[in-house]
């Protein structure tokens, strides 16, 4: 059993910054790409930012140079720092990981319950 639980949305308004993390818990081997997508009401989900184990980073235009994506791999936690925020940016911003689970071993995507984030103008 493995769960992904999210913290840090919130309201703000334009040009303001949240923090949103995420950590992985429960039978796990190894924890693989993680990231953060997000959907608007009315609109389909759409991949944020995205990090390997590795460390490498990937970022959905409309975001590059105002969110970035970090990790912790001895906590198994993702973070979405996001500045600049625009009243576009509103939706709800889902975590995600590739885990290897233990017992048996095998690979599966994981999806955190949601957390919203507002940005008022």
């Known amino acids: 059993q493995v769960q992904l639980v999210e913290s840090g949305g919130g309201l703000v308004q334009a040009g303001g910054s949240l923090r949103l993390s995420c950590v992985a818990s429960?039978?796990?081997?190894?924890?693989?790409?993680m990231g953060w997508y997000r959907q608007a009401p009315g609109s389909q989900r759409e991949l944020v930012a995205r990090?390997?184990?590795?460390?490498?980073?990937m970022y959905a235009d409309s975001v590059k140079g105002r969110f970035t994506i970090s990790r912790d791999n001895a906590k198994n936690t993702v973070y979405l720092q996001m500045d600049s925020l625009k009243p576009e940016d509103t939706a709800v911003y889902y975590c995600?990981?590739?885990?290897?689970?233990?017992?048996?071993?095998?690979?599966?995507?994981?999806w955190g319950q949601g957390t919203q984030v507002t940005v008022s103008s």
């Open positions: 995600v990981a590739d885990i290897t689970v233990t017992m048996p071993k095998y690979n599966k995507r994981y």
């Open positions: 429960g039978s796990i081997s190894s924890v693989n790409a």
């Open positions: 990090t390997s184990s590795g460390g490498s980073t």
